[in-house]
């Protein structure tokens, strides 16, 4: 069943045209998904910009932001294997031992023998790592507030619902 296109408003925006123009040219398609595909599209977007802008004005990439956010996210001792960071960061161990590295070199992580397994490795957030983290944290949800300062608090929070059941029905 073909739905009636959005009309634009005065109040309209540029995925409106969009899904106007698409009804227009193909009224047999139901393009009602543009709506809200689009929007959340765009929306990633900003997003990753105010993401990638916070952290660069710390010296971080996101990935860097990332391991370190893992590790602070862990609780003192700030310290996990480099398999737990890897499941916690959703990359394979060769892209986590080229991380720590990378990290370890910048002196925001070190590496420590696991006391629990005498074969085993901790990657241990040092205290300029805590720092940083917590600086390039508080700095995008700074950023975050900004963004959602134009919804009053109960409509992000349904927001939140909704984008909660969308991103359940993928499993995560």
Do not use: C, K
Not at 61 to 72: K, Y
Not at 120 to 141: H, I, K, Q, S, Y
């Amino acid at each position: 069943m073909t739905q009636a296109p959005a009309q634009p408003t005065p109040h309209g925006d540029e995925v409106d045209r969009i899904t106007a123009a698409w009804h227009r040219e193909r009224p047999d398609l139901d393009v009602t998904p543009l709506q809200v595909v689009s929007r959340v599209t765009r929306l990633a977007r900003h997003l990753d910009l105010a993401r990638r802008d916070a952290f660069a004005a710390h010296d971080l990439d996101s990935w860097e932001f990332d391991v370190l956010a893992a590790l602070r996210r862990s609780g003192e001792p700030y310290s996990l294997s480099a398999g737990q960071l890897g499941a916690e960061t959703l990359v394979t161990s060769g892209t986590m031992t080229n991380r720590i590295d990378r990290l370890e070199q910048r002196g925001l992580v070190r590496r420590e023998p696991d006391p629990a397994d005498r074969r085993g490795v901790r990657v241990v957030l040092t205290e300029a790592g805590r720092r940083t983290v917590d600086n390039a944290m508080a700095d995008l949800v700074s950023r975050e507030h900004e963004i959602l300062d134009v919804l009053s608090a109960g409509r992000q929070a349904e927001l939140a619902d909704l984008l909660r059941t969308l991103v359940r029905s993928f499993g995560d």
